[in-house]
């Protein structure tokens, strides 16, 4: 199974931007999707980006228009770029390969003033 180690994360004020990267184990070019979720104190974790192989990104509806999830199969990288941040994603981020449930240790996001 591939892991992923992500990193980028930090205290940042709302309408602020972070970039999150992730990186695999091993070559990612022959897995098809790759996700990024959240999870926030007290709640469940929350899908809220895929992409393909052929770089095809979905978007959760919280986060479309303002998160861009892109892909470097070179570098074995998938990275979580997030503009207009907002108190309510403050969360730690993980990326996995969807049905896996191999998680990292996450990179802790911090939205506030």
């Known amino acids: 199974q591939v892991q992923f180690v992500e990193s980028g994360g930090g205290l940042v004020q709302p309408g602020g931007s972070l970039r999150l990267s992730c990186t695999a184990s091993r070559s990612i070019s022959s897995i098809y999707t790759v996700a990024w979720y959240r999870q926030a104190p007290g709640k469940q974790r929350d899908l809220i980006a895929t992409i393909t192989s052929s770089s095809t990104a979905v978007y959760a509806s919280s986060v479309e228009g303002r998160f861009f999830v892109s892909r470097d199969n070179a570098k074995n990288m998938v990275n979580l770029e997030m503009n207009n941040l907002k108190p309510e994603d403050t969360a730690v981020y993980y990326c996995?390969?969807?049905?896996?449930?191999?998680w990292g240790q996450g990179t802790q996001v911090t939205v506030s003033s």
């Open positions: 996995a390969v969807p049905g896996t449930a191999v």
